[in-house]
T-cell receptor
Framework: DAGITQSPRYKITETGRQVTLMCHQTWSHSYMFWYRQDLGHGLRLIYYSAAADITDKGEVPDGYVVSRSKTENFPLTLESATRSQTSVYFC????????????FGSGTRLTVV | AQKITQTQPGMFVQEKEAVTLDCTYDTSDPSYGLFWYKQPSSGEMIFLIYQGSYDQQNATEGRYSLNFQKARKSANLVISASQLGDSAMYFCAMREGMDSNYQLIWGAGTKLIIKP
């Protein structure tokens, strides 16, 4: 199906474990983003990517790693999960052009216990 | 300083009434875009409407319109004839210029509850 897909939708993991959240888009959009959404903080940018093999830090990158070897995929890895990383994670993509907003994935609800 | 300010953390509105959700922004860039998104309780983020800084007319999309007052730096979302399904969080966002890596700057959101 066309669109932007995140997996898994829900994940429970233990403190200290590595976990990877997947994001796949079918539009060949140049830009991709990872956000976390927490009560009281709104949407905060973790990492973004302007193209394959080009990534950069956002507002809250610590404890996260991203890669983008292919245009369509932008996985987010928590290297050693902490309870403070319990959150809802959104992946988004955007094409070039001033009037292009984001298209969001459905989100991944991650709980670190 | 906040670049996007949504001053209404929450609003209650009677069904079928019109709703105005406030958004003010701050930028010195003459070229920018303003976006509104809806997030229902199911969690997905839904794009509603876009307004460009050079657009002469206010944007409209069905029951949604954007009251764009450039001099006041405000971009209020107007929902006409509200419905129960309009209950959601609403986020205002801005993209500045052409060299922003297409990042959006987000407001804190307004929680809208439509009463039957």
């Amino acid at each position: 199906d066309a669109g932007i897909t995140q997996s898994p939708r829900y994940k429970i993991t233990e403190t200290g474990r590595q976990v990877t959240l997947m994001c796949h888009q079918t539009w060949s959009h140049s830009y991709m983003f990872w956000y976390r959404q927490d009560l009281g903080h709104g949407l905060r940018l973790i990492y973004y990517s302007a193209a394959a093999d080009i990534t950069d830090k956002g507002e809250v990158p610590d404890g996260y790693v991203v890669s983008r070897s292919k245009t369509e995929n932008f996985p987010l890895t928590l290297e050693s999960a902490t309870r403070s990383q319990t959150s809802v994670y959104f992946c988004a993509s955007s094409d070039r052009g001033r009037n292009y907003g984001y298209t969001f994935g459905s989100g991944t609800r991650l709980t670190v216990v | 300083a906040q670049k996007i300010t949504q001053t209404q953390p929450g609003m209650f509105v009677q069904e079928k009434e019109a709703v105005t959700l406030d958004c003010t922004y701050d930028t010195s860039d003459p070229s920018y875009g303003l976006f509104w998104y809806k997030q229902p309780s199911s969690g997905e983020m839904i794009f509603l409407i876009y307004q460009g800084s050079y657009d002469q007319q206010n944007a409209t999309e069905g029951r949604y319109s954007l009251n764009f007052q450039k001099a006041r730096k405000s971009a209020n979302l107007v929902i006409s004839a509200s419905q129960l399904g309009d209950s959601a969080m609403y986020f205002c966002a801005m993209r500045e210029g052409m060299d922003s890596n297409y990042q959006l700057i987000w407001g804190a959101g307004t929680k809208l509850i439509i009463k039957p």
